[in-house]
């Protein structure tokens, strides 16, 4: 496991910025009720963060699902403009 030196600078920019706003927010909260309302706070941060990945995992899906669509579309129009094409213009673009 990497030590905490190697994770710290691994650490994505912004981090120290939340990590202290989050404990100067903790040290405001009376002592005896500090850990309960930590445990209670990184679970919310949890399930904030599981619903984003969900929302960003669906609205993925979607655009895949439209480009799809969208995709089939396309080649319909495709095989219905060489469908109107005359038979000499298809055997030369075929043999091409």
Known sequence: ???SETARARAPR???NVTEAFFAALNEIP???QAEVAKAAQSAIRDALKV???KAKAAQA???KAGKANGAKTNAT???AAAARPAK???VRAAA
Do not use: I, V
Request: no cysteine; glycine share 4%; charged share 55%.
């Open 14 to 16: 912004g981090t120290k």
């Open 52 to 54: 984003a990945r969900d």
């Open 1 to 3: 496991m990497a030590n």
């Open 62 to 64: 979607a655009e895949r």
């Open 89 to 91: 213009a298809r055997k």
């Open 78 to 80: 495709k095989r219905k």
């Open 31 to 33: 002592e005896a009720r």
